[in-house]
């Protein structure tokens, strides 16, 4: 990193990528996988994401991790954010709210209103 | 000690480098790989760092992540900080030294099973937490002590426990 | 025939039979034959959990029903009118989630939880590194320091030192050779908010701990991590391959000619590595024993070298501060104490967790409004502050303010910011001997008031909780306490009597209780209760003489049971199990 110029290029370009339709993608899940999360059963929550999509053929969905939001006790968190929608937090998703979480949300395009956290 | 050892101490020291201030590095490396910390372990150490055989000995003992005697096939860490003795973490404590029939600091029998105390894990919105080997499991009750002690007795290389 | 209820029994099961026949010979008995139906049904939903019954029309499912607990049922439920509360099957429920605080303001954790923590373009595109490269580029040291100074960001760690200042006198001692070390040791039970800003945005505290080596003159930097928090440092040193990839560490960085290279150093689980002078220790290879003070490590730190030490969220300040300016850090906060400051909150409150908010909150925002109250709308009793070298500030002071002198003013200090919430049902002898137990065992040897005090605080403690207590022992643990404070080289022995001292100050009559009385008021020390049973209340159904593990308990069947105190080993299940909470703890 040489120049202020250089990381304005870098921060472009993340912010492309950060864009769905940069990447073709229709939605976006992230899950917390700060220790907390991780403790309270997010690996197996993530894995059973990808799992999930991989039975069901779905390739345009974005899955990626982020720290703790801070909200431990509803931990697994899972986000989700399809199209230009805003983003969903969802709390306590364990692998067997999984299915249908992917049902609704990312297949039918309605978050599962129970389990939102915010 | 056999070549195979000081061939493992030399890589080790190697990736970190021979020098006082690895010590702790090389130190928590050899004992993740060996489960513990044994006396030629501690003699070789000090031999390649270039430091007193006492030194070496006084860091091992100092740090409480550092073992310097045998432990058993699955270490159970669990810390039982006030954050978590306020939510249960006591019946969990007293569960697994009754389900294991051993105290905290202590190594079954048969070797299968080591029980230590840790320090607070910074997990305490999930608590009480119990680290069986590397892994982290939150929101432990006394009546899930049986169904994690399990999982791991089950693993096929581990044999009956 | 018109029945006034109906009870279902589900036939899965082999016991199903017989709880059915306990049933009818009940009902029978007590002449309700005439008013109750019982009637098979193949499943009542909850196969998995035999034998499950249904009354209807009130609609309760019982599950796991003994024929012992079937009459139970019809006496209790049937006959009086009273479900049976612990044989009850309820639904797991689908529990409201609350609404995130309308009180935090993110500083510190404004990118965690939002951005990939392993992959340095998200940090990027939240305008991270643009702080260092106005700093490498158009700010001189000491217009950093200006910056800092009209921040007034003081010490995230615990202690409250002016960070402009720190970095000034680091910046001054004379010397080629310097270095910046990052705490990240926190070992304070019930703080975790280090690790969470590690864990989720650790390209900050490396752009705040680039900009400190820059204003000092420091080419190298140490990460000390405990080894308790694996993530933590494998996401760092993640975060820190990323930022030489691109050159944010390493010679020249935006070709100011500034080079700056940056190396994790790990902990091995010793509690007083968190002291700055023991963390330097153990980065040499030492055992981690503090050293006195002065010299300061602005003068004299790491290898006798002068050295900035900060903790995580000081430095993960540092780029705000940088980017939006010091005035702005100021307006939030109160008069000496400026900023946010990020609070793990734990213990008997209904949503543990981490939240960061403006310094100058009061407790009872902290504990109703971040933390939603006690858990089970229970009483607040005392919240312990700053890790167990904190102390227990009660229920009369809710409405402080929190920041580092009225903490302070209390008996209690700021610490990293932890709160262990307690209720009506803790002891604050019994938490007291816990923390004491704590810095005990954590105590690293070197000053004999700390070693040995410590453990005679302790012994003392144990005496009180198991009924040994003696008049006096109240002024010995003052008495102690107060030589340990002032005979003790680092903030672990100084501030190991505090939960004692502020336990004794507050909730004295609690102590005399133990000592004089032999009574816990919480109920919790088990020398000291006692569980008896109510002949009047008992149903005699048995329930608790199986369930005890020492065979405490005698009575005949239908019979008012007893409890033998001399064999009883106070492990409360008895009550747990009872249907009709008929035992009793004195």
Redesign the interface.
């Known amino acids: 990193?040489?120049?202020?110029a250089e990381?304005q290029k870098?921060?472009e370009?993340?912010?492309q990528?950060?864009r769905l339709g940069g990447q073709n993608a229709r939605a976006r899940i992230i899950v917390?996988?700060?220790?907390?999360g991780?403790?309270?059963?997010a690996r197996d929550t993530m894995t059973a994401i990808l799992k999930e999509l991989e039975q069901r053929h779905i390739e345009d969905v974005i899955v990626?991790?982020?720290?703790?939001?801070?909200?431990?006790?509803?931990?697994p968190i899972v986000q989700v954010q399809v199209g230009s929608e805003e983003l969903v937090t969802y709390?306590k998703i364990d692998t067997a709210r999984v299915p249908e979480l992917i049902t609704k949300h990312i297949q039918g395009g309605e978050p599962v209103a129970?389990?939102?956290?915010? | 000690m056999n070549e195979e050892s000081i061939k493992q101490i030399a890589e080790v020291v190697a990736r970190y480098g021979a020098n006082q201030e690895s010590l702790v590095e090389i130190l928590s490396d050899l004992n993740a790989q060996l489960g513990y910390l044994t006396q030629e372990t501690i003699v070789e150490v000090a031999r390649r760092l270039n430091l007193p055989q006492s030194h070496v000995f006084s860091v091992a003992t100092f740090y409480s992540m550092l073992n310097v005697g045998p432990t058993g096939k699955h270490v159970i860490k669990m810390c039982e900080d006030a954050p978590c003795h306020l939510r249960g973490g006591q019946e969990v404590w007293q569960a697994l030294q009754d389900a294991l029939g051993i105290k905290f600091g202590e190594t079954t029998p048969d070797g299968q099973w080591t029980l230590q105390a840790t320090s607070c894990l910074g997990l305490c919105a999930v608590g009480p937490v119990v680290v069986v080997d590397d892994e982290v499991i939150g929101h432990v009750t006394a009546e899930r002590i049986p169904e994690i002690l399990a999982r791991y007795r089950d693993e096929p290389s581990g044999g009956a426990a | 025939m018109t029945y006034r209820a109906q009870v279902l029994v589900g036939s899965a099961g082999e016991k199903a039979p017989a709880v059915e026949q306990a049933l009818l010979g009940k009902i029978k008995e007590l002449h309700l034959d005439q008013e109750i139906q019982v009637l098979e049904a193949s499943t009542l939903g909850h196969p998995e959990q035999p034998v499950e019954i249904a009354v209807y029309p009130d609609g309760v499912h019982y599950v796991n029903v003994t024929p012992a607990d079937a009459e139970v049922i019809v006496t209790e439920h049937l006959y009086k009118g009273r479900p049976v509360e612990p044989l009850r099957y309820r639904e797991p429920q689908v529990e409201p989630l609350p609404a995130p605080s309308t009180k935090e303001v993110r500083v510190v954790l404004r990118n965690v939880g939002k951005i990939d923590p392993e992959n340095i373009d998200d940090y990027i595109a939240e305008d991270g590194y643009q702080a260092l490269a106005k700093v490498l580029t158009e700010m001189k040291p000491e217009e950093v320091i200006a910056e800092m100074k009209a921040s007034g960001l003081r010490g995230r760690g615990g202690a409250g030192f002016p960070t402009w200042l720190k970095w000034q006198f680091a910046r001054n001692s004379p010397g080629d050779e310097k270095y910046v070390v990052c705490n990240g040791d926190e070992g304070d039970p019930g703080a975790f908010m280090n690790r969470r800003v590690l864990e989720g945005d650790p390209h900050a505290v490396i752009e705040g701990m680039i900009i400190a080596a820059y204003v000092i003159g420091a080419h190298q930097g140490y990460f000390y991590v405990r080894a308790e928090y694996p993530i933590a440092i494998r996401t760092l040193r993640v975060a820190i391959k990323q930022a030489r990839e691109y050159g944010l560490l390493g010679k020249d960085i935006f070709g100011s000619g500034f080079d700056f290279d940056l190396e994790v150093r790990m902990g091995a689980g010793a509690f007083v590595c968190g002291e700055e002078t023991a963390l330097m220790r153990s980065i040499e290879g030492e055992r981690g024993m503090p050293t006195t003070r002065p010299p300061f490590p602005a003068v004299s730190g790491l290898w006798g070298k002068p050295t900035n030490i900060n903790n995580v969220e000081t430095y993960a300040n540092v780029p705000q501060i940088i980017m939006r300016g010091g005035q702005w850090f100021a307006s939030m906060g109160t008069e000496k104490s400026k900023g946010t400051k990020t609070f793990a909150i734990a213990g008997k409150v209904k949503r543990t967790g981490l939240i960061e908010v403006p310094l100058g909150i009061t407790v009872r925002e902290v504990v109703y409004d971040v933390g939603g109250g006690i858990l089970d709308d229970k009483k607040f009793k005392a919240v312990q502050t700053g890790g167990p070298m904190g102390g227990c500030i009660p229920e009369q002071f809710l409405d402080l303010p929190v920041d580092y002198e009225t903490l302070a003013s209390v008996g209690s200090i700021m610490g990293s910011g932890g709160f262990v919430v307690m209720d009506e049902d803790t002891c604050m002898v019994d938490i007291a001997r816990f923390f004491m137990e704590f810095v005990q065992d954590e105590s690293c040897g070197k000053c004999t008031p700390c070693r040995v005090g410590t453990r005679r605080m302790l012994e003392i403690l144990t005496d009180i909780t198991e009924g040994r207590g003696q008049p006096g022992d109240i002024e010995r643990l003052e008495k102690l306490g107060e030589y340990i404070k002032k005979g003790s080289l680092c903030g672990l022995g100084q501030g190991a009597p505090n939960p004692v001292l502020s336990t004794i100050k507050f909730f004295r009559e609690e102590y005399e209780a133990h000592i004089n009385d032999k009574k816990c008021p919480a109920k919790v020390c088990r020398a000291l209760i006692e569980y008896t049973i109510e002949a009047e209340e008992c149903i005699g159904c048995t329930r608790c003489a199986r369930n005890c593990p020492v065979d405490a308990i005698t009575g005949k069947a239908r019979e008012p049971h007893v409890i033998d105190p001399t064999v009883c080993i106070r492990c409360g299940i008895c009550q747990q199990v009872c249907p009709v909470g008929a035992v009793h703890v004195e």
Not at chain 1, 38 to 41: E, H, K, L, Q, V
């Open positions: 990193m040489k120049s202020l990381l870098i921060k370009r993340a912010l990528r950060k917390g996988m700060g220790t907390c991780i403790a309270a059963g990626t991790q982020t720290g703790c939001i801070g909200l431990c006790e509803y931990e709390g129970e389990w939102i956290v915010k």
